[in-house]
């Protein structure tokens, strides 16, 4: 079966980077897409930034410019290099995997990020 699962979460300081990785258990080539969403307290879940099968990235313009998706399919991985963090970026950072067609979507647990100084 699919497992997504994240890892590098936790405390930074205000204009820090944090990189997260998203483990899969098969290959990348299984997916259409790979993103990472975020839920922060009393906020709808959004999505942060978004890869495709190409390679073709595209990111929430709060995150653009500071925030780099990028995919390692030979460990069939998922990154997100975030840099100059600001306390808003606070939330739980999930993985996506998408299948289109038949249409299916994969989560990851989520990896807790909190920006504080």
């Known amino acids: 079966q699919v497992q997504l699962v994240e890892s590098g979460g936790g405390l930074v300081q205000p204009g820090g980077p944090l990189r997260l990785s998203c483990a899969a258990s098969?290959?990348?080539?299984?997916?259409?897409?790979m993103g990472w969403y975020r839920q922060a307290p009393g906020k709808e879940r959004e999505l942060v930034a978004r890869?495709?099968?190409?390679?073709?990235?595209n990111y929430a313009d709060s995150v653009k410019g500071r925030f780099t998706i990028s995919r390692d399919t030979a460990k069939s991985a998922l990154y997100l290099q975030m840099n100059s963090l600001k306390p808003e970026d606070t939330a739980v950072y999930y993985c996506?995997?998408?299948?289109?067609?038949?249409?299916?979507?994969?989560w990851g647990q989520g990896t807790q990020v909190t920006v504080s100084s």
């Open positions: 098969v290959s990348l080539f299984s997916f259409n897409a």
């Open positions: 996506n995997a998408v299948i289109y067609k038949p249409q299916y979507d994969y």
């Open positions: 890869i495709s099968s190409t390679g073709a990235s």
